[in-house]
């Protein structure tokens, strides 16, 4: 990722000094820990975007089940899928995505239509619906995105024991240089 987000600061350069503006680059994805902050900030991102890990977290609004998805997910159960929209993504791997590559198909009825480039008649399944079953619970009506880091996961924790680790790997990082 390091490398992605210099080129990325390299162009966004060339931005600022054309329009006179600083612009802000937040760095995401594989950003684990304080350590992955602290070299991201070091290499000029303004900020990191962290999902995955505040999943497993007791304030997460998802279901238990979805939250030990991530817990007992080895680095084998993480792919890339593409969704029905054809877009990928990183998910853990469990029936009802095991179902879906054997070519078992699900109801293509869509409640939502929530965007136009979906053609619910050639989907094997509503990515809305899927995500909103796992959300509930339901792992077996649908799957969880997850970042690359997922399998790092071992516990759920308190949103404030998260940031508390954060911190101290961030400092602890920053007694090397």
Request: charged share 25%; aromatic share 8%.
């Amino acid at each position: 990722m390091e490398f992605l987000v210099q080129d990325v600061l390299q162009v966004v350069r060339e931005y600022e000094k054309r329009y006179g503006r600083l612009l802000p680059v937040i760095a995401a994805g594989g950003v684990y820990d304080g350590r992955d902050i602290r070299k991201m900030l070091a290499l000029g991102a303004s900020g990191v975007q962290m999902a995955t890990r505040f999943v497993a977290t007791e304030e997460c609004d998802a279901a238990p089940e979805f939250k030990h998805a991530f817990v007992e997910c080895s680095d084998s159960d993480l792919t890339i899928i593409d969704s029905p929209l054809g877009l990928p993504g990183r998910a853990i791997i469990n029936p009802f995505l095991r179902s879906v590559a054997d070519g078992e198909r699900r109801p293509t009825h869509c409640p939502w239509h929530c965007l136009r480039t979906c053609k619910p008649a050639e989907s094997p399944y509503c990515i809305a619906h899927a995500l909103m079953s796992a959300k509930r619970g339901d792992l077996g009506s649908g799957f969880a995105f997850a970042g690359a880091n997922a399998h790092r996961i071992d516990r759920i924790v308190s949103v404030r024991e998260l940031v508390e680790e954060l911190v101290v790997d961030f400092s602890a990082a920053g007694q090397g240089e």
